[in-house]
T-cell receptor, first 112, second 114 residues
Framework: KAGVTQTPRYLIKTRGQQVTLSCSPI?????VSWYQQTPGQGLQFLFE???????NKGNFPGRFSGRQFSNSRSEMNVSTLELGDSALYLC???????????FGEGSRLTVL | AQSVTQLDSHVSVSEGTPVLLRCNYS??????LFWYVQHPNKGLQLLLK??????LVKGINGFEAEFKKSETSFHLTKPSAHMSDAAEYFC????????????FGRGTSLIVHP
């Protein structure tokens, strides 16, 4: 079974631009969640989608948004990028609400 | 509300010696607890999980953890460290009800000396 796939793996943007990251979950997993990982703040929950509906949202500004498609693939978007948005963005899927998370390898975003 | 505290930001051991990574938690619900490992520039990989079955949980690569409710701890151990164990380890608590949003510890960097 293929794992969680995130694209792109690395990207560089400048302040003010926007970025879209993609995540394909493990087949059959309907829950997809996103996390931001930085050295200063650690791993922080961004949001979770289940069956195309946002089920939970973390404490991030409205510049961070996401969506999920009918095939469970998910995208997250960050608009008006700031230097502090530089981070590793991790996507994870899980088979059940209480199940373990299966992570992708992440998208490393650098904002210049 | 829930929280996770990993008591050591760095742990340094010699190859072949035991490993102990400490984690304390608090949770309003009966939680599920996990340990994940992250190698450089990689995603997180599940080592083991506790979901209210046996209190001693065995995971991959020789790791195990013991759930102690009275101490609200879930420490990770391994009898003999290997060079390939050098990585970042995260303790995670997830409620068994409500929002199911996981809370991550800040991580413990395990350094293994030859």
């Amino acid at each position: 079974k293929a794992g969680v796939t995130q694209t792109p793996r690395y990207l560089i943007k400048t302040r003010g631009q926007q970025v879209t990251l993609s995540c394909s979950p493990i087949s059959g997993h309907r829950s997809v969640s996103w996390y931001q990982q930085t050295p200063g703040q650690g791993l922080q929950f961004l949001f979770e989608y289940f069956s195309e509906t946002q089920r939970n949202k973390g404490n991030f500004p409205g510049r961070f948004s996401g969506r999920q498609f009918s095939n469970s693939r998910s995208e997250m978007n960050v608009s008006t990028l700031e230097l502090g948005d530089s981070a590793l963005y991790l996507c994870a899927s899980k088979p059940t609400p209480t199940g373990e998370l299966f992570f992708g390898e992440g998208s490393r975003l650098t904002v210049l | 509300a829930q929280s996770v505290t990993q008591l050591d930001s760095h742990v340094s051991v010699s190859e072949g010696t035991p490993v102990l990574l400490r984690c304390n938690y608090s949770s309003s619900y009966s939680p599920s607890l996990f340990w994940y490992v992250q190698h450089p520039n990689k995603g997180l990989q599940l080592l083991l999980k506790y979901t209210s079955a046996a209190t001693l949980v065995k995971g991959i690569n020789g790791f195990e953890a013991e759930f102690k409710k009275s101490e609200t701890s879930f420490h990770l151990t391994k009898p003999s460290a290997h060079m390939s164990d050098a990585a970042e380890y995260f303790c995670v608590v997830s409620p068994s009800g409500g929002s199911y949003i996981p809370t991550f510890g800040r991580g413990t960097s395990l350094i293994v000396h030859p």
